[in-house]
């Protein structure tokens, strides 16, 4: 799953524990994908591409058992956990990251062509409903609307609901073999990467500060006064 839709995410998490500062449940959604993005960069783990690229199915997240792993996802999310609820005593804070973590990974198995390993050094099997791969434009209708469900839950402002349309959008030509080219991503994975940690970094800010401003509905709500 992309970037906005990972972030979106923590919207819904943020809504069932408002106490647990945004920032925490930010970093722990795309934790797998900051730990994605430093491998791949620092070669130990590998991302190619076809000879032509059309769409994400020409894309090959091939070797990545250290940040993409049932056990790393599963391992990280309860080290999150014990470290944080039972190390710091903030169990609370310990349970929206952990479950923070844990998102990102089950999120990339419902999209993922089969490309997540089940713990690192087992070359199989691989896992991952391949919608990315096989339905791409379905991938990109299902993300959308997830992301969309997630402000719905959140009942956030119209601008942060525009962010994550935007987002979205944006993604679209990699979908769609139909909209522009992606030649010259063909033999340069290290463009994938780098386009993967802007566009963390830049929803990370987004949501972050836009989560602070509350729909007019909520904000209405929020003043009347209470009966009796």
């Given at each position: 799953?992309?970037?906005?839709?990972?972030?979106?995410?923590?919207?819904?998490?943020?809504?069932?524990?408002?106490?647990?500062?945004?920032?925490?449940?930010?970093?722990?959604?795309?934790?797998?994908?900051?730990?994605?993005?430093?491998?791949?960069?620092?070669?130990?783990?590998?991302?190619?591409?076809?000879?032509?690229?059309?769409?994400?199915?020409?894309?090959?997240?091939?070797?990545?058992?250290?940040?993409?792993?049932?056990?790393?996802?599963?391992?990280?999310?309860?080290?999150?956990?014990?470290?944080?609820?039972?190390?710091?005593?903030?169990?609370?804070?310990?349970?929206?990251?952990?479950?923070?973590?844990?998102?990102?990974?089950?999120?990339?198995?419902?999209?993922?062509?089969?490309?997540?390993?089940?713990?690192?050094?087992?070359?199989?099997?691989?896992?991952?409903?391949?919608?990315?791969?096989?339905?791409?434009?379905?991938?990109?209708?299902?993300?959308?609307?997830?992301?969309?469900?997630?402000?719905?839950?959140?009942?956030?402002?119209?601008?942060?609901?525009?962010?994550?349309?935007?987002?979205?959008?944006?993604?679209?030509?990699?979908?769609?073999?139909?909209?522009?080219?992606?030649?010259?991503?063909?033999?340069?994975?290290?463009?994938?990467?780098?386009?993967?940690?802007?566009?963390?970094?830049?929803?990370?800010?987004?949501?972050?500060?836009?989560s602070r401003r509350t729909s007019p509905s909520e904000a209405t709500s929020s003043t009347l006064p209470l009966p009796g």
């Amino acid at each position: 799953m992309f970037a906005i839709n990972h972030a979106a995410t923590a919207l819904v998490i943020k809504r069932k524990y408002p106490s647990v500062p945004m920032l925490w449940l930010l970093l722990s959604v795309q934790l797998m994908e900051f730990l994605w993005v430093v491998l791949n960069y620092a070669g130990v783990e590998r991302t190619t591409t076809a000879p032509t690229v059309r769409t994400l199915a020409d894309i090959h997240l091939a070797y990545m058992p250290y940040s993409h792993s049932v056990l790393s996802g599963v391992g990280l999310a309860l080290v999150a956990w014990a470290v944080l609820a039972k190390g710091l005593g903030k169990s609370t804070l310990g349970a929206a990251v952990g479950l923070g973590v844990l998102s990102h990974l089950i999120l990339d198995l419902l999209t993922h062509a089969p490309d997540i390993a089940l713990a690192p050094f087992i070359s199989g099997p691989k896992l991952g409903l391949g919608l990315y791969s096989s339905l791409p434009m379905l991938a990109f209708v299902l993300e959308t609307g997830y992301g969309v469900l997630c402000w719905v839950l959140f009942r956030g402002s119209k601008a942060l609901l525009a962010t994550i349309l935007l987002f979205n959008l944006a993604n679209l030509p990699l979908f769609s073999s139909a909209i522009g080219s992606k030649q010259i991503l063909v033999g340069h994975p290290g463009i994938v990467v780098t386009i993967v940690a802007l566009q963390i970094l830049a929803t990370l800010v987004l949501v972050g500060v836009l989560s602070r401003r509350t729909s007019p509905s909520e904000a209405t709500s929020s003043t009347l006064p209470l009966p009796g």
